[in-house]
């Protein structure tokens, strides 16, 4: 198995997980709260129905790449490579504003659902909150699939360890144990995201480089292979040089001979969103919550 494929596929299932199991474990916690427990399986049911529509987009997508024939499986996989890196940037951005207001909001919402009494209610408002977090996690798995040359299995591999590790966040965040500083993970799953979408973007400029849809900047900025190869090329040196260009082609894109339009969309991304991104936010007065509760809600800043 792709160790940089399976760890790509971990991060991206670990984060995107973490919010999901973040948002459920604060309706669940705010249902218990307020005597509401006997509403769980109306909840379950709404988050099942979105993970379902989820994988069942995410393996349409993957299965509809490899069904077109050159150009157009370069085009569509470019696309989705694209499409991919926007998403993520968007996924980002936006946590990083609303956290502080997601627990007031979602709260609000159970009760609003609750005062009208419809059990159908609490199902729609379980569902639309997991399908975004769903169809997220499809595309941006789907354009990780579609970027590694072998070894796409080892992205969804990964991507179910992950889960699986953010369910377990999601019982402890529940039960009110502090699992883990959830500031500091989302500070720094976030800027390996987004090295990973700077990836995605590169190679989703090279797939129409290759077609000849883009010709500026298509020439090679330069060649990093007697230094660290991404594949086995006469005359690189191989072993556990070879094996960490080949970590880094999978999880970030990583190429030693990227042509100058690549290079400057990868390096351009990673410096314009790693300064948006860590830079001071201001304080945003949070949602009040409707009821009391001692449920953890901080999450990236």
């Not at 790449?65 to 499986?73: D, I, L, T």
Request: hydrophobic share 55%.
């Amino acid at each position: 198995m792709d160790v940089g494929t399976f760890t790509s596929g971990l991060l991206t299932g670990l984060r995107e997980g973490v919010e999901a199991a973040l948002i459920m474990s604060i309706i669940l916690a705010y249902l218990a709260r307020t005597g509401n427990a006997r509403h769980f399986p109306q909840i379950w049911l709404g988050a099942g129905a979105a993970v379902v529509l989820s994988l069942v987009a995410g393996m349409v997508l993957f299965l509809t790449v490899g069904g077109f024939e050159a150009p157009y499986e370069q085009i569509f996989e470019g696309l989705t490579m694209l499409a991919a890196a926007a998403v993520v940037t968007w996924m980002l951005f936006w946590m990083r504003r609303q956290s502080a207001m997601v627990k007031g909001e979602l709260q609000a919402a159970v009760d609003r659902a609750l005062t009208h009494g419809s059990v159908f209610a609490l199902i729609v408002l379980a569902f639309t909150s997991i399908i975004r977090e769903g169809l997220e996690t499809a595309l941006f798995l789907v354009g990780q699939a579609t970027s590694a040359t072998t070894g796409a299995s080892g992205v969804l591999l990964g991507a179910l360890v992950g889960l699986a590790i953010a369910a377990l966040i999601g019982v402890g965040f529940y039960r009110g144990a502090k699992v883990v500083d959830l500031r500091i993970f989302f500070r720094w799953t976030g800027i390996a995201l987004i090295f990973i979408a700077a990836g995605l973007l590169a190679r989703g400029v090279h797939e129409f480089v290759e077609i000849g849809a883009i010709t500026v900047g298509a020439g090679q900025a330069f060649d990093l292979s007697a230094v660290l190869p991404h594949e086995e090329i006469a005359g690189a040196p191989g072993g556990l040089v070879l094996v960490i260009g080949q970590l880094l082609r999978a999880m970030f894109g990583y190429t030693a001979q990227p042509e100058v339009i690549t290079f400057v969309a990868w390096a351009g991304y990673v410096i314009t969103a790693l300064v948006l991104y860590l830079r001071p936010m201001k304080p945003r007065a949070a949602v009040a919550a409707p009821a009391e509760s001692n449920t953890r809600t901080s999450a990236a800043s």
